[in-house]
């Protein structure tokens, strides 16, 4: 604990706190200083750490994979290069098991959002007070570092998962064949309400749960590890090794199932028949 | 924690680089790998196609090398053979100039017996006639006798 003033509740509350960047009520734009100030701010803010930290581990992945995209040659592989395309090899295995269709889109999209998620997961294994500590050193107020805790960064994602099943959903059946699945299934049209009711919850509850699940495992993990840090220094090892250890899985596994379910979404939206 | 404009950011992001990924990350190294596999395969496949010809080969060469041992073998029995018959030939013409040397040999023989045995008879007829001649000195006239002394010897 850096802040020894501070209390543990403030202290949880410090790390649960974004960089925000928006408009004052006094009509000026700036950067909110604690969490008052941020949610005076209204719709119309950004998490600044938020933004930046997941832009810049998009970037890093897509420099590395774009490289060995470079790179890549008919002959044998170096050990790098190897990596990636086992990565590739991976993805390719898991679209063509669960993906019917035929889409060029699909596996690029199960890579970056593979990739992504993990990277920004990871995030988490880094000790948590190291970078809100170095940014305080530096004037920054508020820094989280793991974007996959802010529903934004996941909700984000999970909004353009919606819309990707929406436009495929409409460009492979026809306005007219997506309403129906909407409204004549699964009780035929006297039941028109109820089929709607049914099929918009199963609609909306794709990329909801999407959303949410990767957030509240990230968050959950993260605040264990907030907890962790409130004890002792020197007992804090026996604690937060094995988390991290076991975060690991958490931060595979999540990606994998993030992946997974928008292949299969995907496929879904692609099916002609219901 | 709030819900802000921060998820359009995001989204435009993920659009962003998905957009990059399907563009510049995916189809190069897809197109690699498949390309490599594709490669990978048509050299086993030539592998096993030159595997298939030594072995055809092989049985070729050791067909040939059957073959010309065969014919090898028919050679050395001709000319066994061959040799056999000459052998045979060479040993009737010896046995037959054997036979001819003898037969002249012989002949030339029979001539020096002749002929030393009319010199004998000559030889012993003037033996005799000097036996005669000593022993009956004066009373044998060499020219009165000298015809039945010759024919004498003739007889002999």
Not at chain 1, 240 to 269: G, K, N
Not at chain 2, 138 to 145: L, N, Y
């Amino acid at each position: 604990m850096a802040q020894g003033e501070l209390t543990a509740s403030a202290y949880i509350k410090h790390h649960l706190q974004n960089l925000t960047f928006g408009q004052h009520p006094d009509g000026t734009w700036g950067i909110a200083h604690g969490a008052e100030q941020a949610k005076e701010m209204g719709f119309w803010a950004f998490h600044i750490d938020t933004l930046g930290f997941s832009f810049v581990l998009g970037a890093l992945f897509l420099f590395i994979f774009a490289k060995a995209a470079k790179r890549a040659t008919i002959d044998a592989p170096s050990g790098f290069q190897n990596f990636v395309e086992s990565v590739i090899d991976f993805i390719d295995e898991n679209v063509r098991g669960s993906f019917k269709g035929k889409n060029p889109m699909v596996a690029p999209l199960a890579l970056t959002t593979f990739i992504w998620i993990i990277l920004m997961n990871t995030m988490d294994l880094v000790p948590v007070d190291w970078l809100p500590y170095a940014a305080q050193l530096m004037g920054v107020d508020y820094l989280k570092v793991v974007p996959t805790t802010d529903p934004n960064a996941t909700f984000g994602m999970a909004l353009g998962i919606f819309l990707l099943i929406l436009f495929f959903s409409i460009k492979e059946k026809g306005l007219g064949g997506f309403v129906g699945e909407l409204t004549l299934h699964p009780f035929g049209k006297w039941m028109l309400p109820f089929n709607l009711f049914l099929e918009g919850v199963n609609l909306l509850a794709k990329p909801v749960s999407l959303a949410l699940r990767l957030f509240g495992n990230m968050y959950a993990g993260e605040m264990i590890f907030i907890l962790i840090a409130l004890l002792p220094w020197y007992a804090q090892w026996a604690l937060s090794l094995p988390w991290a250890i076991f975060h690991i899985l958490i931060v595979l596994l999540q990606a994998f199932i993030f992946m997974t379910l928008v292949i299969v979404y995907m496929d879904m939206a692609h099916q002609k028949e219901h | 924690m709030n819900i802000n404009a921060t998820l359009f950011g995001q989204l435009i992001m993920f659009g962003l680089f998905v957009w990059f990924c399907m563009k510049f990350v995916w189809p190069p190294l897809v197109e690699a790998m498949a390309a490599r596999k594709k490669s990978i395969e048509e050299g086993l496949l030539a592998a096993e196609q030159g595997r298939a010809e030594h072995a055809q080969a092989q049985q070729k060469a050791e067909e040939l090398i059957a073959s010309t041992k065969n014919q090898a073998k028919e050679i050395i029995d001709n000319a066994d053979k061959q040799a056999n018959v000459m052998i045979d030939n060479a040993k009737g013409a010896a046995v037959e100039e054997a036979d001819k040397i003898k037969a002249h040999a012989k002949s030339e023989l029979d001539q020096e017996v002749v002929r030393a045995r009319n010199d004998l008879k000559d030889q012993v007829s003037t033996l005799v006639m000097q036996g005669v001649n000593s022993v009956l000195e004066k009373e044998v006239d060499a020219k009165a006798h000298k015809d039945m002394l010759s024919k004498l010897s003739q007889s002999l």
